[in-house]
Structures are given as structure tokens and as C-alpha cells.
């Protein structure tokens, strides 16, 4: 084969011995857990907003971006949500580029997966003790998610990874909600597929183990646009293409039929301002339909402290290395004008 075995990595288990989660952390996660699956249920009738980073590159800076939604969830926290996106991996369209935390703890250094686990456990747990969220992440690697699967409180599937059947067996056996993106070609069939293979159970090799899982009835949709044959992207937040999923949703008869739109992406044309407008646009349709009211639960949104990205070599405190993120003022002003809107 045509690869260096570098070195064994330690088990799940042993990472989390090593770094521990206290019992009273636990609770509050479980907790988390349980508000943010009955949003999703129809129970909690907030609206759930999934935002942070493009990618979580240094733990100061995601620490001190979450104590600021920690302040402004307390201000709207009758009408939204905050599930705070601490994405420790990056998928790359050509395999070039920064790969996130898990690959590099150090963006200037060279790769290192073991410190890269325990960067990435040690920066959600401060995050849950110091602010009280437990975080999104994606789960780009399905081997990877026991690492960390005691501190997240919801992964996203990606529109490159949805297809892929270890992707969906694997959330059939998750215990927290799985958003399904749809795919890049945009095709919604694929997306429903992989929510319905999730929701049942099945019988695989994971992890070196023959296992039972008994299906996620939070597993849902995540729509974040497509790209054309010619490489332009093309939205599916409006208010025909969520009518259009409701119909996808009712012929499916799956379980907690939700969606979350993705404000970003293609949906935006990766023009990352425009995500105010998006996010006003998906309350207007659930506003003017009961159907689109009741299956949007929540907006996902790419934010961090300073507009824009730059290099990994740009040292710019809080903003992105990786897609472009909308600034903090401008992410306040946001979520406050959603909240009004709700």
C-alpha cells in the first residue's frame, strides 16, 4: 500500500478518560440535548439557530465568540435556540487546505491527529463549562465521532458525505440530532434517502465491532443549496423550494418531518453578507404558510468576530481561515432582528 502507519492512535476511551467530562457537565449537555430535540419534535416552538465559525481554528477566539452568544442567548431566549457551530474538521473539495482542528491544532504547524483529538475535547469542554453550550460539529469522519460524542450535542452530515452509506448507518445510531445536507448536484432525493436510512435501524461494522443501532427520529434535512452543471450555485431556501420539501417529507411518512436552512453556502453564493437577508426571508415564508411554519426549525449561519477570511498566515484575531464568515456586529444585530421577527 502506498501509506506510512505513523502511529496507533489511542481508543475513544482512552482520550476520554484522559480528558474527562465531570458529572455536572454531563447534566447540562443532556439537557442541551433535550431542548434542542424537542424543537425539532415540534415541542418547543423556538426557532434553532445553528452559528458560528466555517471552522474552529484556535480556541481562544471560538471561546471568546461563544461567551458572546452566551450573553445574547439570555436576551432571546424565549424565542430562539443557539447551538454554537465548533467545526473541529473541514472538508476540502480538492483535498488542498486547512482541514480543521482534528488535523492541525496548530494552523502554522504541521498535522498532528493526536493532539488534534485532544485539542478538539478540551476546547468543547471548556466551552460547555465556561458558557454552558454544548456545540455542533460535522461529522466528516465517522470513526472520529466517538472522541467526542459525550460533549456535542448536534452533527451535521455534509453535502459530499451524504451518500455515503457509513455516513448513514452511523447516525441511525446517534443519540443527538443529525442535520442531512443536501448534496452539491442538489438532487432532494438523496438528501430523503439518507434521513430515512437513518431513522431505521440496521446491523454494520463500526469501529471494529459488529453493531445494532435502532434508528434516529431526529435525523432530518439541511438545505444549503447546489451547483449547476456550470459550476454556478443555485438556491433552495425560497418559498417553493420549501413547499416543495414538505411534499418530499409527506410522501416519505418519516419521522419529525424539520428542516434547517443553511444561510450560507450556495444558498448565499458563499457572499456571506447576504445571510440576514436569507434568514428574513425563510421567517417571511414560515410567517405566510402554516406547512413551511411548522417544518423550518431552525437557520444555520457561518459567523465569527471579524467579517470576512484570510490566509492561515494571516493572524487576524477571529476571523476565518477557512470560507468567510460574517463579523460579530453584524451577527448580533442579526440574531436580535430574528428574534423580533419571531
Not at 3 to 18: D, L, N
Not at 109 to 129: C, F, N, T, V
Not at 265 to 286: D, F, T, W
Request: net charge negative; with cysteine; glycine share 8%.
Amino acid at each position: 500500500m502506498n501509506m506510512e502507519y505513523k502511529r496507533e492512535m489511542p481508543s475513544p476511551e482512552v482520550i476520554k478518560e484522559m480528558i474527562p467530562l465531570e458529572e455536572g457537565l454531563r447534566d447540562v449537555k443532556q439537557e442541551n440535548d433535550r431542548q434542542i430535540r424537542h424543537v425539532l419534535k415540534g415541542k418547543d416552538d423556538r426557532l434553532l439557530l445553528i452559528i458560528g465559525p466555517c471552522s474552529a481554528d484556535r480556541e481562544d477566539a471560538v471561546l471568546d465568540y461563544v461567551t458572546r452568544l452566551r450573553a445574547v442567548q439570555e436576551k432571546v431566549k424565549d424565542k430562539i435556540l443557539i447551538v454554537p457551530r465548533m467545526y473541529t474538521k473541514k472538508p476540502r473539495t480538492t483535498g488542498e487546505g486547512y482541514k480543521g482542528m482534528l488535523h492541525q491544532p496548530d494552523p502554522a504547524a504541521a498535522p498532528d491527529m493526536l493532539r488534534g483529538l485532544i485539542s478538539s475535547r478540551q476546547m468543547l469542554i471548556h466551552a460547555l463549562s465556561q458558557t454552558g453550550f454544548s456545540c455542533a460539529d460535522e461529522m466528516l469522519y465517522p470513526d472520529s465521532h466517538p472522541y467526542l460524542s459525550d460533549v456535542l450535542s448536534y452533527v451535521a452530515v455534509g453535502a459530499r458525505s451524504v451518500e455515503n452509506q457509513l455516513h448513514r448507518l452511523t447516525a441511525s445510531g446517534l443519540d443527538i440530532p443529525v442535520g442531512m445536507k443536501n448534496p452539491t448536484s442538489g438532487d432532494l432525493s438523496v438528501m430523503m434517502n439518507a434521513i430515512t436510512a437513518a431513522q431505521h435501524g440496521h446491523v454494520f461494522v463500526y469501529s471494529n465491532w459488529e453493531v445494532q443501532t435502532y434508528g434516529n427520529h431526529t435525523a432530518h434535512a439541511v438545505l444549503r443549496g447546489y451547483s449547476d452543471p456550470s459550476g454556478r450555485s443555485v438556491p433552495n431556501y425560497h418559498y417553493d423550494d420549501l413547499r416543495h420539501l414538505a411534499d418530499l417529507y409527506a410522501e416519505a411518512s418519516l419521522h419529525n418531518p424539520a428542516v434547517i436552512v443553511d444561510c450560507n453556502h450556495c444558498n448565499s453564493g458563499k457572499h456571506y453578507a447576504e445571510q440576514p437577508r436569507i434568514a428574513a426571508e425563510v421567517l417571511h415564508s414560515m410567517r405566510r404558510s402554516e406547512e413551511i411554519g411548522r417544518l423550518v426549525k431552525g437557520l444555520m449561519v457561518e459567523s465569527y468576530l471579524v467579517d470576512g477570511c484570510q490566509s492561515a498566515e494571516g493572524g487576524v484575531y477571529g476571523q476565518s481561515i477557512t470560507d468567510p464568515c460574517l463579523g460579530w456586529e453584524k451577527t448580533e444585530r442579526m440574531i436580535y432582528d430574528i428574534a423580533e421577527a419571531r
